[in-house]
């Protein structure tokens, strides 16, 4: 029996990088999932007629995270088409614009903040009503970053939004524990995802970037799903918590002071 047999997914970000992979995985365990992305229409219909034919179970759905009614539209249209979810994934996100807070714009601070915080802010809301409704359990996951501790200079947009992510997944750990829902993190270190292109693309400069992760290597975004799934499906006891996946780069503050 697959691990996630009968249940429903809704996983945003879901047309590339740690998002895909976790949609894919759940798919492969039985889960009915909504792939939920922005504007990659072409890509999302790949995956689900690849999951599809797999024998799998999902639909695509395009929808601005930040956007109120449309993470409203995109619970109603799962509700229809595959039933309550009882799963949700906050995978979808932005990087840091790499400028630092004496230059940076007001919106391009808001634009992280609305995508990687508000966004997951929406969506658990959404999702809690529609579990209360409906007296069941169920899983929250959000992707953060090992950022969400470790700040980057230039990075101020991008370490808050996480750092926000982390205490908000807390906070709903906190609310919701007596309802049988569990929410934690995910907080990988480098992973090879769209977001990491330029160290995909050039040897060398994914080099450079992996001498200071102790493993010398990033991960691969199924070694994220990996766990997404455990929480997902066996995870019933673990709450509130951030699960770093980043080869020990953690472990590297303060080394050679």
Do not use: W
């Not at 691990?3 to 945003?12: E, F, N, R, S, W």
């Not at 959000?142 to 101020?156: L, Q």
């Not at 060398?204 to 997404?228: C, D, F, G, H, N």
């Amino acid at each position: 029996m697959a691990k996630l047999d009968g249940t429903v997914a809704l996983v945003t970000g879901a047309s590339s990088g740690i998002g895909e992979a976790i949609a894919r995985m759940f798919a492969a365990e039985g889960a009915a999932v909504m792939i939920i992305h922005h504007d990659d229409v072409e890509h999302a219909q790949q995956i689900v007629d690849e999951i599809t034919a797999g024998g799998g179970h999902a639909r695509p759905l395009g929808a601005d995270v930040r956007n109120e009614d449309e993470v409203k539209q995109a619970f109603a249209t799962a509700r229809r088409e595959l039933g309550e979810p009882t799963i949700l994934v906050n995978a979808a996100g932005v990087d840091a614009a790499g400028i630092p807070v004496g230059d940076m714009e007001l919106s391009q601070f808001e634009n992280v903040l609305r995508t990687n915080l508000v966004g997951p802010f929406l969506l658990c809301r959404e999702f809690v009503r529609g579990l209360a409704a409906a007296n069941q359990p169920g899983r929250i996951i959000n992707v953060t970053s090992v950022h969400e501790d470790i700040p980057r200079a230039g990075a101020a947009d991008y370490c808050a939004s996480k750092g926000g992510l982390r205490n908000l997944t807390r906070c709903l750990a906190l609310e919701l524990a007596e309802q049988g829902i569990t929410v934690n993190n995910l907080a990988p270190g480098m992973v090879l995802t769209p977001m990491n292109q330029e160290a995909i693309d050039d040897p060398e400069k994914l080099k450079e970037q992996v001498a200071s992760i102790p493993m010398k290597r990033a991960a691969e975004p199924t070694e994220v799903a990996e766990l997404a799934l455990y929480l997902a499906s066996a995870g019933s006891y673990a709450s509130g918590a951030t699960f770093t996946l980043d080869g020990a780069l953690s472990m590297n503050l303060g080394q050679g002071a």
